[in-house]
């Protein structure tokens, strides 16, 4: 599989063949939702909570009499049929969303999107990519002359320049291979990798 290299000014050139073990397979449509539903799930923290009628603060007190008003029996207004009561099952902060997803399944997951990504020409490899000073405004216009809006940039290692510059833009991220997740993948527009990052990447998905 041979994965295009994108230049300064935009242009895509003869690039470098690239494993087909990692970038030619199938795509697998379920395998990618169950990964990517997975991801964000497991990124969830279960910090949200619910009163039940016995931790909401209201009087127990009988609200009418049983019989002769012509309303409904009602014992106290913690009741969960009434407004401000408590819930029948309320939500609690001990909750737990996380998804399992064995190591076969995420890389086979993740090589799926790599190669789709690649059949569609939203994955390139350049060479390398640093920058010369933490600037954002040096960052966004290297970013705007290779053609590019929204991309998700690898990298062999972050340099502190590169951190420092990607990190106020919405649209760029820049990440090293280990830390690459299906989400980001799916999300971005483009996905730039470096030539040293083709290789960590083959390595830790083959």
Wanted: no cysteine; hydrophobic share 40%; charged share 25%.
């Amino acid at each position: 599989m041979e994965l295009k290299l994108l230049q300064d000014n935009g242009t895509l050139a003869a690039g470098i063949q690239a494993s087909p073990e990692v970038f030619e397979r199938e795509y697998n449509e379920a395998l990618v939702h169950q990964v990517v539903v997975a991801y964000q799930a497991n990124a969830r923290s279960g910090n949200r909570a619910q009163k039940d009628r016995e931790q909401v603060k209201h009087t127990t007190k009988k609200p009418w009499r049983q019989k002769g008003t012509g309303r409904a029996r009602a014992g106290m207004s913690s009741s969960p049929l009434w407004r401000g009561g408590g819930r029948i099952f309320p939500n609690s902060p001990e909750e737990n969303f996380s998804h399992k997803v064995n190591k076969k399944m995420y890389r086979a997951g993740m090589r799926s999107i790599l190669s789709q990504l690649a059949r569609e020409g939203r994955l390139n490899v350049v060479d390398q990519f640093e920058l010369d000073a933490p600037k954002t405004k040096v960052l966004a216009e290297k970013v705007k002359a290779m053609g590019l809006d929204s991309v998700l940039i690898i990298v062999d290692q972050v340099s502190e320049n590169l951190y420092l510059a990607a990190r106020n833009l919405h649209k760029v991220a820049v990440v090293e291979p280990q830390h690459a997740d299906p989400l980001s993948l799916v999300q971005y527009q483009k996905v730039l990798v470096s030539k040293a990052a083709i290789a960590k990447i083959e390595e830790l998905l083959k």
